[in-house]
């Protein structure tokens, strides 16, 4: 047995640690997941869009969202959510890159512009598919 354990002992002090980017890769594509409720999707198996029929012609129309149900959500509904959120996340990422004394000024601008917009789209649509979700919440 001391040559499989001087073995697991030298595997373990040859092992080299992952690229910072591939670590950060990684936490960015389970953060995506875990927000798109991939979890729920695998065992409660929601359709990807639902149908909704229209009153005034009586025609079947895709629906995206399931308005007024906290408690359920279509497959669209969650990616599209996780993507706002992951962009969110990347855009306050870029914002906190430009405050580094090496970055290049140009590239400041560009990532605070990237940042900004990246920021208030995430936010804009996060709220808008709230209202989709819960008609009338946050209103006074």
Not at 35 to 55: L, R, S
Not at 62 to 71: A, E, K, L, Q
Not at 78 to 101: E, F, H, N, P, R
Request: aromatic share 10%; with cysteine; net charge neutral.
């Amino acid at each position: 047995m001391p040559g499989l354990i001087e073995t697991i002992v030298t595997k373990v002090e040859e092992f080299e640690l992952p690229k910072a980017s591939t670590v950060c890769s990684l936490v960015i594509l389970s953060y995506f997941l875990v927000t798109a409720g991939i979890a729920y999707d695998i065992i409660n198996e929601p359709p990807a869009v639902g149908a909704v029929q229209d009153e005034a012609t009586g025609k079947v129309k895709p629906v995206t969202f399931m308005p007024h149900r906290m408690n359920g959500q279509y497959i669209i509904e969650g990616i599209s959510g996780a993507m706002m959120y992951t962009l969110g996340g990347l855009s306050l990422i870029a914002l906190d890159q430009c405050q580094s004394k090496r970055t290049d000024y140009k590239l400041r601008i560009i990532l605070v512009s990237l940042g900004g917009f990246g920021l208030v789209m995430a936010y804009s649509a996060v709220m808008t598919f709230l209202n989709i979700k819960m008609p009338g919440y946050m209103r006074y």
